[in-house]
């Protein structure tokens, strides 16, 4: 009743409240309060902040190096290097030294930003070794622009790329031992920054920390290049327009573990990420996606989802579009795709082939998926029923490898030492 009779008050024009201005200030333990909560959104503004410079690079030595793992033995992310670079940030004053050091385990406080609210972006790239024995990094200025990217994306410190890729040369040439000289076989670099600050108010961390550590590797799948089933998810979301699939933050990871666990328990190998009420084709697990295939118009045609803001801007993918149009041998397109023109295409015949893509793995051909009670088989080779992949696949996998391992010449190669 009281509500009705407020409301009636409010309504009427003849109701005018009278507004009293107030000095409020609030009391000393909510200052206080307050302060604790925000004091992580507090801007600094010190144009005098040092940046990462190599030139203040410090190298302390192991003095105990570790085994090395035989190719045959390594599992992918299982086995780490003897040294890792650390480089410390604070708000008001920079980037300090640069340092290698012995890789050792990271020391934080319990209320570190990062356990918290995920603070945290990485990267992923890889060193080779050729018949030369001569270290090449393949593209590594894109890495270097894209963690920047995810950096600033959740308000973590800007860096200077090129005196970081110096500084990432010097860890590589420090770890030389550890890169397979072997084909197919690579030394993994994981770049990380991570908040650092011991808040639990939600804003900017004060300090981070960015950090590489280093992986001998061997191929992704245990398999090899096998062509791999995936579990169409219909009820599980990747990512959104506006939000962080675009970059690489470790929250758009983690909650894609339960529907993987839950799709290779059905018998798939990874899932296929779809979105929106027509179901669009978005990512193969934490691959980007292609598809060739002969649209209506009779054209053949690859197809990959565009960089709308949810796909991840893949290295891979990058070269894979380059590679394609530079071969000029057939219809290119970065569009919208989904199930629904892949299962009719598949049904008249017209579905040619299907892949992943990324630093890991380079292609993972696709063979099968099931989508909605439906199984859809995408085809290999037609010339050859017992190969794992289809010709364009197999010819994007041999081409890149080729460029990565120096055996085709191309400025995508970086020679190191």
């Known amino acids: 009743m009281l509500h009705f009779v407020t409301k009636r008050l409010l309504c009427s024009s003849s109701f005018r409240p ?3 201005r107030v000095k409020w200030s609030p009391s000393p333990a909510l200052t206080a309060l307050l302060q604790v909560h925000f004091q992580s959104t507090v801007a600094v503004d010190n144009k005098n902040r040092i940046d990462i410079d190599y030139n203040r690079i410090k190298i302390h030595r192991s003095e105990r190096l570790k085994p090395l793992v035989p190719n045959k033995d390594l599992v992918f992310g299982h086995t780490f290097t003897d040294h890792m670079l650390n480089i410390e940030w604070h708000a008001e004053t920079g980037w300090h030294d640069p340092i290698i050091k012995p890789y050792d385990k990271i020391c934080l406080e319990p209320s570190a930003m990062v356990f918290h609210y995920s603070f945290e972006c990485f990267e ?4 080779y070794k050729d018949k030369n024995g001569k270290i090449r990094l393949f593209r590594p200025e894109i890495n270097m622009k894209r963690f920047q990217r995810s950096a600033a994306r959740i308000s973590l410190p800007s860096f200077n790329e090129k005196e970081l890729f110096k500084c990432l040369k010097e860890l590589i040439r420090l770890e030389e031992r550890w890169i397979p000289a072997e084909r197919g076989f690579s030394l993994y670099i994981r770049p990380t920054l991570i908040g650092t600050q011991e808040s639990l108010g939600v804003g900017a961390t004060t300090r981070s920390l960015l950090f590489i550590i280093c992986s001998p590797v061997g191929p992704y799948y245990k398999t090899g290049f096998n062509a791999i089933k995936l579990l169409a998810t219909t009820e599980n979301v990747r990512a959104w327009p506006g939000g962080t699939g675009d970059v690489k933050v470790g929250g758009n990871y983690a909650p894609c573990v339960k529907p ?10 990874q899932n296929l990420w779809l979105f929106g009420e027509d179901d669009e084709i978005t990512e193969v697990g934490t691959m980007n996606c292609f598809v060739l295939l002969k649209n209506e118009h009779d054209e053949t045609e ?7 803001g949810s796909i991840l801007a893949g290295v891979t ?17 970065e569009r919208k795709i989904t199930m629904s023109e892949v299962k009719i295409a598949a049904g008249e015949g017209r579905l040619l082939e299907m892949f992943g893509s990324g630093t890991a793995c380079i292609v993972s051909p ?10 859809i088989e995408v085809p290999l080779d037609p010339n050859n029923p017992s190969n794992q992949t289809g010709p364009i696949t197999r010819r994007f996998a041999d081409t890149l490898m080729g460029i990565q391992y120096g055996e085709i010449p191309h400025e995508w190669s970086v020679v190191l030492n």
Do not use: M
Request: net charge positive.
């Open 124 to 127: 992923g790239l890889k060193a």
């Open 260 to 269: 993987q666990i839950e799709a290779a328990a059905k018998g798939y190998q």
């Open 317 to 333: 993918r990058d070269c894979i579009l380059h590679l394609a149009r530079s071969w000029n041998e057939f219809k290119v397109s």
């Open 366 to 375: 696709i063979k099968g998926i099931h989508y909605r009670g439906l199984n």
């Open 18 to 20: 009278r507004i009293t």
């Open 302 to 308: 690859l197809v990959t989802p565009p960089l709308d």
